[in-house]
């Protein structure tokens, strides 16, 4: 079992950028794909972007190609996200997730706390 605790979620106005942080517990984090969620008020979970064990193969949700770039640290067990010119539709908790494949990944419902990320106009 990984146990997963998100951070750098905050304030921002548009145009802005923040990275969000997750780190994870458990020996075997290398050997996950790793992922990054997002829930708006009264929508559903919405997939943002998807890194293989490897980290050489990443994936990412139309609306957020070229503004958002996932990557892993497998020294501090920890997976990133960097957002840059961030949009208010960009407003959402967002979640890490973890599992066995990127295909698995994407039917992932364990979420944990989640941070808070809200882009001013």
């Known amino acids: 079992q990984v146990q997963l605790v998100e951070s750098g979620g905050g304030l921002v106005t548009a145009g802005g950028s923040l990275r969000l942080s997750c780190a994870a517990s458990?020996?075997?984090?290398?050997?996950?794909?790793m992922g990054w969620f997002r829930q708006a008020p009264g929508r559903e979970h919405e997939f943002v972007a998807a890194i293989d064990w490897s980290g050489d193969n990443t994936y990412y949700e139309d609306s957020v190609k070229g503004r958002f770039t996932i990557s892993r640290d497998g020294a501090k067990n920890t997976v990133y996200l960097q957002m840059n010119s961030l949009k208010p539709g960009d407003t959402a908790v967002y979640y890490c997730?973890?599992?066995?494949?990127?295909?698995?990944?994407?039917?992932?419902?364990?979420w944990g706390q989640g941070t808070q990320v809200t882009v001013s106009s």
């Open positions: 458990g020996r075997t984090f290398s050997s996950y794909a």
């Open positions: 997730a973890y599992s066995d494949t990127i295909a698995t990944l994407l039917v992932y419902n364990d």
